[in-house]
């Protein structure tokens, strides 16, 4: 086998944005933007210099960041580097924080503008009552967040990190990958009104428990590309949209699968129509052709994703935090033929609008939710 190229680290502080205390909710992002700041020295100002390649994500329990070099000496001593990642001090460091606040301030009102997050906040709320924790925080939380509560939250957790690396077992505690918190499934219709000439709609609906890789497949039975179910029944058999997204949540104990639409606010309960029962068709699975067809685009993403600088590493800390990896998926998936039919649990749909609806437009919304429920 050909060796791989450079040297990657991931490194896991244990608290992710659910470990915000009170009243200074967006903390965590916030320490993860200082951590990835180069004015602020350390393992982001090193990776500027020397074309590191990095990554981020912020999960509920968690904040991870990968590093990849072109040298495999050079991410070695990351959490060296790490350790000494800090805002500069005095005026200089107030000053880099108050930038921090503002761009993650702006992310957040920008995902308040995006149509997409609109109609994922729009269908947590119709599927659970609620919508899903705000990781970034608001402006007043933010603001509560100051230098020193940064630089004791750092200490801690780079105290208690964990480092991952492809070939050796990790440095540190790997915890276990926490469980998502149980929630109760409510379904319901959200209608939210949002200005412009598209509206987005989107049906979620519940299923029992099934296995990941089958949820996955089936996503790619409705489709990411234009022989997917989903692009046949909006854009060629009703002409309804163009656009439109498919997704699945495989937690147990709470699956769910659904899909969301761009058209024209007199054309939303038609599309929810469409969508409910071209996702409630699923119960009848899939033949071996649209099995196989789904099963080679979720190969190739999958092997994308282990031939890439960070794949082997990650594929490293799944392993050590007991979570499925891509080869077991790849193996999973190889396994099934055709694909079995879904079973929907017996509940309400969770349907959401966002978009510039008159009176009549609501109307039809709440008789369309009652037909498909």
Do not use: K, N
Not at 1 to 23: E, I, K, Q, S
Not at 59 to 71: G, I, K, L, Q, V
Not at 234 to 263: D, K
Not at 268 to 283: I, Y
Request: proline share 8%; net charge positive.
């Amino acid at each position: 086998m050909t060796a791989r190229p450079g040297g990657a680290r991931v490194v896991d502080l244990p608290a992710g944005y659910r470990d915000d205390p009170p009243g200074q909710a967006g903390r965590a992002a916030l320490l993860a933007a200082v951590l990835s700041d180069p004015r602020c020295g350390g393992a982001p100002a090193r990776a500027a210099a020397e074309g590191w390649r990095t990554r981020h994500r912020l999960d509920e329990r968690c904040s991870s960041f990968a590093y990849w070099s072109p040298r495999p000496a050079g991410a070695a001593a990351v959490l060296d580097e790490i350790r000494r990642t800090r805002l500069p001090a005095g005026s200089a460091g107030e000053s880099v924080l108050a930038e921090l606040r503002a761009r993650q301030a702006a992310a957040i009102e920008g995902r308040h503008a995006a149509p997409l997050a609109l109609i994922g906040r729009a269908l947590e709320r119709a599927a659970w009552g609620a919508p899903g924790h705000g990781l970034l925080g608001t402006p007043g939380t933010l603001a509560a967040v100051s230098t020193t509560d940064l630089a004791e939250a750092h200490e801690l957790l780079v105290s208690q990190a964990t480092v991952y690396h492809s070939e050796s077992e990790p440095a540190g505690s790997a915890a276990p990958a926490p469980r998502p918190a149980r929630r109760d499934w409510r379904g319901g219709l959200d209608v939210a009104a949002h200005p412009g000439a598209d509206a987005r709609v989107g049906v979620r609906l519940p299923v029992r428990d099934s296995p990941p890789e089958v949820l996955e497949l089936l996503v790619e039975v409705l489709g990411t590309g234009p022989d997917g179910r989903m692009h046949r029944a909006l854009r060629h058999h009703s002409r309804l949209a163009y656009g439109f997204t498919v997704a699945c949540w495989p937690q147990p104990g709470s699956a769910s699968i659904g899909a969301t639409a761009t058209v024209a606010p007199q054309h939303a309960a038609a599309a929810v129509r469409v969508l409910a029962t071209t996702l409630r068709q699923l119960a009848d699975g899939a033949g071996a052709a649209e099995t196989g067809l789904a099963r080679w685009r979720c190969r190739a993403g999958l092997l994308a994703e282990l031939d890439g600088p960070f794949g082997a590493v990650l594929e490293a800390r799944r392993h050590a935090r007991g979570e499925r990896g891509a080869r077991q998926r790849l193996a999973a998936m190889a396994r099934i033929d055709t694909l079995p039919g879904l079973a929907f649990a017996p509940l309400p749909p969770a349907v959401a609008a966002v978009g510039a609806f008159h009176e009549r437009h609501r109307a039809e919304l709440a008789d369309v939710y009652e037909e498909i429920r």
